[in-house]
């Protein structure tokens, strides 16, 4: 056989194996995308060294035993203590959602994304923290079992924080959870207060994975909260709903105008909330909550790194103010994000305007603000944000590597109208705001929308930063917006799309024929905004 020959029949064989190897991708592709139509809301943190330099340590612990160490502090209800934590098991719960880790890790990603836009990262173990060689100074253990707490004389209870820690000044905080409680009452005040206490939201069809994983993943959040210094004041309607049935003594604040209803916060007491408000969706901190736990806590520093915000007012935003903490003595801005993407351009810090301390530092105070009109944004105008527009904005400091544990603390962000005055609510991550409660629909990062040929439009555009460069690619559909950005701090990033394969690699998706890229650093997160259609999928839970 000639060399001819043999060169053809290779290249018939790697031609018939490529279209084999096609087809079966794409039936996988496709059978996924049939199989979970609807992705879930999803912390978009787009540098996971960010996420792991977050001072504040969420435990969510799931003991196998039942553990008697952890600190017996006094509860309501039939269970007189806090200790000890039973054992998790989903088989003492339910049966047909999946396994106990599968449950656990449901419940993670709720209580991650509740806490996605603060300075707090949300950990899921089966070890008691206590126990680590070396555990975190600034930590907060919720420790959650199967058991159940209450009857249908003393009523039920879901979970309760060991007190209300107001500006959160305890360092080492503890919480627990009684999960069994949700077979007993899925919801509403119960016995002996009157009311519904079973509603089904969590049996029948409503028995899912999903279900549970936000019923049981909102009492932890809630109770969290309360050892960050929320109270259910907070939350809690003025007066309380006639059903379920609820203690009046608790009533709070109404809503920002613009907001949500109380239900779709974490914050009201337990016996405000049917079966169905815990269970059926993700309910998020509202408004109020969220300045409270800014303060508190310190807000995400991708806020100000790289972030999609939304205006969630009916206002159009002419300005926006960010109030931060330093150890510096001065801050000078190294980078900003100038593309299309924000409706302002050349931020400016006012400060250090006096000291704060936090958690035990001494801080200097200052603002960074966004007000000079950038001419590429057109919604409406540039320097205008219009109502419920989502945009960008991301800075970079001289000195400061956001790697670094609390290397700035982010307390307030507010946008302001024309005329400088405040605007009520402050602008949240996109699909995270206080007026918006919807479930994004968005594929997952690696799986491109099935229509995108025919509804959908490409974009690859290029930002060039002065630290930092950055490839995005932005897939827009008629229902949602999938933004799958790769970072890399390389100085040719421009060339990257033409590089072959050396060293460190990385798959890239932004080149159409799926390219291996070098990058110095890469990090590939899908930001998961723009249209939602339905209600948010949140839950949670309280002590009543």
Partial sequence: MSRREILSRRLKWSAARYRVIVVVL????????LATPACAQ????EDPGINAAKNNYLYLYFPTAADSTFPAYATQGTLTSASPVAAFDVSALTTGIGTSAQLIDAIQSVVADDYCEFNVQVLATTTNPATLSSPPAQRVTVGIGDDVNGDSTQGYYWGQAQEVDTGNTIAVDFARVWAGTYTA?????GPPAGGPCTTGALTGANNTLEHWAQAIGGTAAHE???????????????PCPATPVCDNTQGGPAPTPGEDAYYQHLMPAGYNLTGSQRADYRRHFSNRTYGLLATNVGLSVETMHNWNLVNPNAESGSSLAIDFLSTLPTVTISWFYNGNLSPWLNPTINGPSGTAVFQGTTYNKFTITWSSPNPAWSNPSPGVVGGGVQFHIGTTFMGVDFDTPD???????TLFDASSSPLALHPRLAGYDAGTVARAICPPAWNMPRNLSAAGRRRLVMEKGLREKRLRREITTPRSTCIIQLRTQSRYASSLLRREPTGRQARSLVSPRSRWVPMRRFHLVAHRFASFSGRERVSSTVSP
């Fill in 26 to 33: 794409t039936f996988v592709l496709t059978a996924l995308a």
């Fill in 42 to 45: 999803t912390c978009p943190t």
């Fill in 224 to 238: 969290a909260g309360h050892t960050y210094g929320l109270a259910h004041t907070d939350d809690d309607p003025p």
């Fill in 185 to 189: 009452c899925d919801g509403g005040a």
């Fill in 407 to 413: 290397p700035i603390i982010i307390q307030d962000v």
